[in-house]
C-alpha cells in the first residue's frame, strides 16, 4: 500500500499517511485523532504549544476505539456513542532512526501507529475536562486552507470527505 502523505520532519523522524479502514498493528496502535465536524466546521483545540487535530495516548487496557471515545469526551465534552457518527479514515506509520521520548519522558517503538478517525457530532464542542487544553474552536475550510497548522493538508482532505461520513 501507499502512503497518501509522507514527509520527514526535521528531527527525521518519517511520517507516511494511509487511507484504510482497518488497523494496523493493534500493539503498535498508540495514539488516536479526531477530525470531526460540527456544522461543516472542523473542531480544533488549543493546548499550552499550538491549536492541533485533537488527539490522545492509549491506555494499556483501551482498545483504539475506546481511546478516541473517551478522549473525545475528555477534551471537547462530546459523547461519541450517543451524538455522532464517525469512521475509521487514516493511519499514520511514524519511523525514526532512534528512539522516540516524547516531553512526559513516554518512549515510542519504531514504527508505531497515530490512528486517525474522521466524523460529524450534532453536539456543539464544550469545555475540556482536561487541563492540558485551553479551548476549542470551529475553524472554516478558509480558516484551515490559509493556515499554517501542522496537520492542513490531512485537514483539507478531511474536508473533501466529509459528506461521505454521513
Known sequence: MKPILNWIRKDNIT????????LPEDNLCISACG????NDKIILV??????EIPWWHREIWESIEETIIREMKEEIGIDLK???????QWYRKISSPTPIKD????FYPSPYYLVHYIGKTF????????DD?????LYSYEEILNSDLKARQIILHAFELKDSIW
Not at 511520517?15 to 482497518?22: G, H, I, N, P
Not at 516531553?103 to 513516554?106: Q, V
Not at 487544553?133 to 474552536?137: L, P, R
Open 123 to 130: 453536539e456543539e464542542p464544550k469545555k475540556a475536562l482536561w
Open 35 to 38: 477530525i470531526f465536524f460540527y
Open 15 to 22: 511520517w507516511e499517511l494511509y487511507e484504510t479502514s482497518q
Open 46 to 51: 488549543q493546548n499550552k504549544r499550538w491549536w
Open 103 to 106: 516531553r512526559n519522558w513516554w
Open 133 to 137: 487544553v485551553i479551548s476549542t474552536w
Open 82 to 88: 450517543n451524538n455522532c457518527k464517525y469512521r475509521l
